[in-house]
């Protein structure tokens, strides 16, 4: 497990292509950025990042979760050309009452969360929930930390991927969720400063 802190800018929808993909996450980006810019505070956020997921913490000696995406809801990952920015896409579904099956907050929090950009609603609604992407911004103060980030979302990707295809040889079927994930495009992607890509044909495995 890895802990960061950060500046949470915000979530956002993002579109899907016609090929199946998902847009490049730079105009979230962009658009958050400049939605931001002249914001006085923003909420420092802790990030807990494991082969379980991703967890926001808040930045206390309790580090309370406040939310968590589950490792295979997460689709790709990568920075910005400001390099202390970067952000991720998760894939989520939305049920009728709004809530997500992937992401999963703590209603307990505090005014923390005041300041950041809620996740938008999806505008409909289907009986068994449709699947949404939102890209999830952040930016640390240097080059450096984000780039350590974005090598970490690396390695848990491939320790997760790695514990994946070990129980599918094992022909085991694990009990807990959260240490399953998605096959990869390319492996190699992982070691490269780049959109780190799950495919998407793998999720209908993993429930």
């Given amino acids: 497990m890895f802990y960061f802190l950060f500046?949470?800018?915000?979530?956002?929808?993002?579109?899907?292509?016609?090929?199946?993909?998902?847009?490049?996450?730079?105009?979230?980006?962009?658009r958050l950025k400049q939605s931001t810019q002249y914001a006085r505070v923003l909420p420092i956020i802790g990030l807990s990042i494991s082969s379980r997921g991703v967890e926001f913490l808040k930045h206390a000696k309790d580090r309370i979760v406040i939310c968590f995406h589950d490792i295979k809801s997460i689709h790709c990952a990568c920075q910005d050309e400001d390099l202390r920015y970067f952000a991720y896409v998760t894939r989520e579904q939305r049920l009728t009452n709004g809530m997500t099956t992937h992401g999963t907050s703590n209603t307990n929090t505090n005014s923390i969360l005041d300041n950041k950009q809620q996740t938008p609603p999806s505008p409909s609604f289907s009986i068994g929930g449709e699947y949404h992407h939102y890209c999830h911004v952040f930016v640390v103060k240097s080059e450096a930390m984000s780039t350590e980030i974005m090598l970490t979302f690396g390695q848990v990707f491939d320790?997760?991927?790695?514990?994946?295809?070990?129980?599918?040889l094992?022909?085991?079927?694990?009990?807990?969720?959260?240490?399953?994930?998605?096959?990869?495009?390319?492996?190699?992607?992982?070691r490269q400063l780049e959109v780190i890509r799950l495919s998407a044909n793998e999720y209908h495995h993993l429930t």
């Fill in 7 to 30: 500046i949470d800018i915000g979530s956002t929808a993002i579109k899907m292509l016609n090929d199946g993909t998902t847009a490049m996450p730079s105009q979230a980006i962009a």
């Fill in 159 to 168: 320790i997760a991927y790695r514990l994946h295809r070990r129980l599918k």
């Fill in 170 to 190: 094992n022909g085991k079927k694990p009990k807990d969720t959260h240490s399953i994930l998605s096959s990869v495009n390319n492996s190699e992607c992982h």
